[in-house]
């Protein structure tokens, strides 16, 4: 009994601790594409292009980083009209993807736009204000079949839009981040089910010990009871002589 509640135990601290690890790891991988696996400057209206990179995740994003000084201002379309003023920019960007063998994994033209999903007055007024917006995007992600070596290749193009300045830019390729609500259900389900095993097999292990320490008390108390018997006492009958025995029988 001992051995299979050890062995329960240890099954539940083995099925704890790959819980704790598969929970962990949409943490660790979402650390990692925030890390750029490339990034390299690159300047207005020439091409920058990387080093052959070794990939091995799954699928990869491009992405730019952009600190530029606007001209011009717009005013952002709400229905209580209290819209606020918005920088107007839009920078087009050529990049493409290819592989060692020259498979062209991802081939697009992308536009870093002030809009960003909003609705902005076509009229627009000269920017007073002087400081800079940085962005920074990130465009779609393109699948990596196998772990392969792979290079980037971009053309930044001036915005002839709004005249907006551009004080730096930087090319960069991400890990794409892969789903994580598999992993973290099954690190759940590892965690409960390990503690599950540990708690059944460390009640397993005390349960028969805290019995037998109760019945070691009352088996001493009865065996430390002594049972006192008396025997009746006959009383002895004389012994005679034989010759006084004789006597007796003539008499």
């Given at each position: 009994m001992r051995l299979s509640a050890r062995l329960c135990f240890a099954v539940g601290i083995a099925a704890a601790t790959a819980g704790i690890g598969s929970a962990l790891t949409p943490l660790i991988d979402a650390v990692l594409a925030k890390r750029p696996l490339f990034r390299a400057s690159i300047q207005l209206g020439?091409?920058?292009?990387?080093?052959?990179?070794?990939?091995?995740?799954?699928?990869?994003?491009?992405?730019?980083?952009?600190?530029?000084?606007?001209?011009?201002?717009?005013?952002?379309?709400?229905?209580?009209?209290?819209?606020?003023?918005?920088?107007?920019?839009?920078?087009?960007?050529?990049?493409?993807?290819r592989d060692e063998s020259g498979n062209m994994l991802i081939d697009q033209w992308v536009l870093i736009d002030a809009s960003e999903n909003r609705t902005l007055s076509r009229s627009h007024s000269e920017r007073l204000e002087t400081t800079a917006v940085t962005v920074n995007a990130i465009f779609d992600p393109f699948l990596i079949t196998q772990p392969k070596r792979v290079r980037i290749e971009a053309l930044l193009l001036p915005d002839r839009a709004y005249s907006a300045d551009l004080e730096q830019a930087e090319l960069r390729l991400f890990r794409q981040l892969p789903p994580a609500g598999g992993a973290i259900r099954f690190g759940l389900a590892g965690i409960f089910s390990g503690l599950a095993l540990m708690l059944f097999g460390l009640l397993a292990e005390l349960l028969p010990a805290a019995a037998v320490?109760?019945?070691?008390?009352?088996?001493?108390?009865?065996?430390?009871?002594?049972?006192?018997?008396?025997?009746?006492?006959?009383?002895?009958?004389?012994?005679?002589?034989?010759?006084?025995?004789?006597?007796r029988q003539a008499l």
């Open positions: 020439e091409s920058a292009a990387s080093d052959w990179l070794h990939a091995d995740a799954s699928a990869l994003r491009a992405g730019l980083g952009i600190k530029i000084m606007p001209r011009f201002a717009a005013q952002e379309m709400q229905r209580d009209g209290a819209g606020q003023q918005v920088a107007l920019y839009r920078f087009p960007l050529h990049y493409r993807v320490s109760a019945v070691r008390p009352a088996a001493t108390a009865a065996a430390s009871v002594r049972v006192f018997a008396f025997r009746p006492r006959t009383k002895p009958q004389p012994v005679l002589a034989p010759e006084l025995a004789v006597q």
